[in-house]
């Protein structure tokens, strides 16, 4: 679904969840622009370190895709 911005349906405000569907340069855009601290990028069934890291937005990305975002 898609809002009428443009961006996905849940990308509203700091939403760490609403970025799943989007492709990978607009979820950065929207990430910057909501005020997230940093954005990690990762591949399905990578490796990550499990620290909580507040202000940092974490994205699954496949194919150019945001499969599932969440905050940490």
Do not use: K
Request: hydrophobic fraction near 35%.
């Amino acid at each position: 679904m898609t809002g009428s911005d443009g961006t996905g349906a849940g990308a509203v405000g700091q939403d760490a969840e609403g970025y799943a569907g989007l492709r990978i340069e607009r979820a950065r855009e929207l990430a910057r622009r909501h005020g997230w601290a940093s954005v990690r990028v990762l591949e399905p069934g990578a490796m990550i370190t499990m620290e909580y890291r507040e202000g940092r937005l974490n994205l699954t990305v496949r194919d150019g895709l945001v499969e599932r975002s969440w905050e940490g």
